[in-house]
């Protein structure tokens, strides 16, 4: 394994990557049920390289020492002895051995499932002088590794017009003018080199229609893109499958997986791409699975009438660490419950129901959840700030939930059910201070621990975390970890909501770089303690490089999550906005 790593790192110093005619894929075999390529090598590495975050990254004290481990150290010897010996720096070198873009196609079945990689160049004579480095410098490295008794060589040769170098069972290099094929099957280079060659009767993977058509699916100009089929692991794998139908019925694979899974059962495959935006980078995973195919029961995830926004606007309080809005209509599931689960699960579900309904007072269970609203909103904060004098043992940032509601009722029967589990809770954690406020004319009720008393069943005092806090506002139920959180966010739920800030995902979060910075500032003795003992420097050292990471994370922006059910695709995204 430790020689096969080795092999791949000399073919990658050497220059496997970037874009151009004829296409890679054309060389990977049909049996490919999983297919990645790189279009454009050389851009996607100087995007990267060229963000001012990466130039900040690589100052960082941790990566300098990734920077200068052995490890890195061999890789960018060898890199060094490439460009000598090619007469070119890797940019360029990028381009001629890759500039048709890069390739790899597998059928995963296991640990040692096969692959094929294909590097397509613009320069056959570049790739000759590649192909024969490689050679030498692994010719060296095994002579290095191996026993002097019985040292290692590869086999070197000619097959079917082709330089050929084999090591084992598990390393085939081959070269056929300005085409690089890597295997670790012998029947898989063999099928790479009959494309290559323009043998007849090979087929490639670009006969199959879902590859075209996902890369199609994805739309815009991916860096990078994948393809895996579903439809043949669906067909041989029937855990999976059952798996699949069973996330339709069983009560708790619906309410976290429901409609994401019933995406994956339409599909025949999913595809991903990474594209570079004028703002940073997006990467998106779909499945050719349309909104309008939804079946009824996903009512719970996504609106099935456009006109109902998939999630409200984020909510921004100052200082926001993390923001998120989703659809999730618990109403909506309740209705259908006997048509959603199975004989079984209603069974227990009606039952639990019926038994927390004794201890909602004017109401029930079912009602309560009829009367609930299907957007909710999450938000986290970090101030640095404790609550109480005593400090719990984990300080977690101060959190808000506020949730929508369809009737008003559903705001006072909460307040007075909240009331009601004080009573209760009270007397587990030795009593529960009630306050009443009003602000900005609205009610705020407000629960504080009793303070300084030990608790057996909190020995860490996370329970110091919380100042619970209940508000109505308009027509939302707003819950908070803080009286001061729940008052920031006050004039936001007020406002009007603007159409235009709502969105068709079900699904969003964010993460802001300014409100990670803040957090690592507010709290910065876990850091500290660990860079001192991780590393064995001093104390102003450790809080230099403290300042050093907040300043570099406070410039990398926000990151949204979303999950959308499209007209044509069910999408998952990451996007990356660079802080201007």
């Known amino acids: 394994m430790r020689l096969t790593l080795s092999c791949l790192a000399v073919v990658v110093a050497v220059g496997v990557s970037s874009a151009a005619p004829p296409d890679p894929l054309s060389f990977i075999p049909k049996e490919a049920t999983l297919v990645l390529k ?10 990267v390289r060229s963000l001012d975050a990466y130039q900040g990254y690589e100052s960082l004290p941790a990566v300098k020492a990734a920077l200068e481990s052995p490890t890195a150290k061999v890789f960018f010897q060898m890199l060094a002895t490439a460009e000598t010996k090619l007469g070119q720096k890797w940019p360029a070198m990028l381009d001629s051995l890759a500039g048709g873009g890069i390739a790899i196609g597998s059928a995963p079945k296991g640990d040692n499932s096969p692959f094929v990689l294909v590097s397509q160049g613009t320069d056959e004579a570049k790739a000759g002088e590649a192909f024969k480095l490689v050679i030498e410098l692994l010719s060296a490295e095994l002579a290095r590794q191996s026993p002097p008794d019985a040292p290692i060589k590869p086999e070197v040769g000619q097959v079917k017009g082709a330089d050929a170098l084999k ?4 390393f085939f290099l081959l070269r056929h003018k300005a085409t690089l094929v890597l295997s670790n099957k012998k029947e898989g280079a063999e099928k790479a080199l009959a494309l290559v060659t323009g043998e007849k009767g090979a087929e490639s993977v670009l006969t199959n229609a879902d590859v075209p058509a996902a890369k199609k699916l994805l739309a815009g100009d991916p860096l990078a893109w994948f393809w895996f089929d579903l439809k043949k692991l669906k067909a041989e794998d029937q855990g999976f499958k059952d798996f699949l139908e069973n996330a339709r019925t069983q009560g708790f694979l619906l309410f976290i997986l429901g409609s994401t899974t019933d995406a994956v059962r339409r599909a025949d495959y999913v595809t991903g791409g990474v594209f570079q935006t004028s703002t940073g980078f997006k990467a998106s995973i779909k499945l050719p699975a349309k909104r309008a195919d939804l079946p009824g029961v996903m009512a719970l995830h996504a609106p099935l009438k456009q006109e109902v926004p998939g999630s409200l606007p984020f909510l921004e309080p100052k200082g926001v660490l993390v923001s998120h809005s989703m659809y999730l209509d618990v109403g909506a ?3 259908q419950r006997k048509t959603a689960l199975g004989e079984q699960e209603l069974k227990d579900l009606e039952k639990a129901a ?3 309904s004794v201890f909602l007072p004017g109401t029930t269970l079912g009602e309560l959840l009829e009367m609930s609203g299907p957007h909710h909103r999450v938000v986290m904060v970090e101030r640095g700030e404790n609550q109480y004098k005593t400090v719990p043992d984990f300080p977690l940032p101060e959190m808000a939930l506020v949730t929508s509601m369809r009737d008003p009722k559903f705001g006072k029967s909460m307040m007075t059910v909240i009331r009601t589990a ?10 529960l201070t009630m306050k009443e406020e009003k602000h900005d004319g609205i009610d705020i009720l407000t629960y504080r621990f009793a303070d300084g008393k030990p608790l057996a069943s909190d020995p860490t005092n996370i ?3 919380f100042v619970p806090s209940f508000a109505v506002v308009g027509d939302q139920l707003v819950v908070g970890s803080s009286p001061k959180l729940l008052k920031d966010l006050i004039p936001e739920v007020k406002k009007e909501i603007d159409p235009k800030l709502c969105s068709p995902a079900v699904w969003r979060a964010r993460g802001y770089g300014t409100g990670a910075e803040q957090a690592l500032k507010a709290r910065p003795e876990a850091t500290i303690t660990d860079t001192v003992l991780s590393q064995g420097v001093g104390l102003d ?5 403290l300042d050093q990471l907040a300043g570099w994370v406070g410039k990398l922006g926000t990151i949204d999550v979303t999950i959308d059910h499209g007209e044509k695709a069910f999408e998952f995204a990451v996007e990356w906005r660079l802080k201007k």
């Open 38 to 47: 790189v279009e454009k090598p050389r851009q996607l590495v100087e995007a």
């Open 167 to 170: 090591l084992g069972d598990a």
């Open 333 to 335: 599931f309740w209705k």
């Open 354 to 356: 019926k038994d927390i």
């Open 422 to 431: 004080a009573l209760l809770i009270g007397t587990q954690f030795g009593g």
């Open 463 to 465: 329970r110091y975390n």
């Open 541 to 545: 050292e450790a809080k230099k490089q």
